[in-house]
């Protein structure tokens, strides 16, 4: 099995900044994407950003320009540096990596359980 443990998250003023982690642990023979995804109150889960093992990033156009995601092979870690937070991106961050935990296992995607992010005045 694969755990993935999120950190960083808190409250802080529209404008300000954030950086978000997430380690990999457990039986892993190799972690491919990782990620991050959101989910505010009410609304479906979404994502946020990825990250392929060859450095290849997707951004949601709504975080695009102010979100970097980053990621650290050998330590299965993954970084998410937040500048210029808004209101709306208020929500529960959700660490997200496929991973294979042996040469024949099958790619399993798991999540993490989620780091609080408020934005507020």
């Known amino acids: 099995q694969v755990q993935l443990v999120e950190s960083g998250g808190g409250l802080v003023q529209p404008g300000g900044s954030l950086r978000l982690s997430c380690k990999a642990s457990?039986?892993?023979?190799?972690?491919?994407?990782m990620g991050w995804y959101r989910q505010a109150p009410g609304k479906e889960r979404e994502l946020v950003a990825t990250?392929?093992?060859?450095?290849?990033?997707k951004y949601a156009e709504s975080v695009q320009g102010r979100f970097t995601i980053s990621r650290h092979n050998a330590e299965n870690t993954v970084d998410l540096q937040m500048n210029s937070l808004e209101p709306g991106d208020t929500a529960v961050y959700l660490c997200?990596?496929?991973?294979?935990?042996?040469?024949?296992?099958?790619?399993?995607?798991?999540w993490g359980q989620g780091t609080q992010v408020t934005v507020s005045s």
């Open positions: 990250i392929a093992r060859d450095g290849t990033m």
């Open positions: 457990g039986t892993i023979f190799k972690v491919g994407t």
């Open positions: 997200n990596a496929v991973a294979l935990t042996s040469m024949y296992s099958s790619i399993t995607q798991y």
